[in-house]
């Protein structure tokens, strides 16, 4: 997969809860790209059980 590089902007809260919650050697990029990649799958769960339902 190719990858692009982005600048974020995250609340410094959340920014140390998520360094505080890293597993192992977990990369907080690592981090990132599954917690998009488990929102983009809902998101397009959600959409096609919209287009079922219509």
Known sequence: ME???VTV???GDLL???RQLREG???FNEMVV???AR????RQS?????M???
């Open 3 to 5: 990858r692009e590089a």
């Open 9 to 11: 902007r995250i609340p």
């Open 16 to 18: 140390h809860q998520a």
């Open 25 to 27: 050697s977990e990369s």
């Open 34 to 36: 599954e917690a998009i």
């Open 39 to 42: 929102k983009v799958r809902r």
């Open 46 to 50: 959600l959409d096609s059980n919209k």
């Open 52 to 54: 079922n339902l219509s």
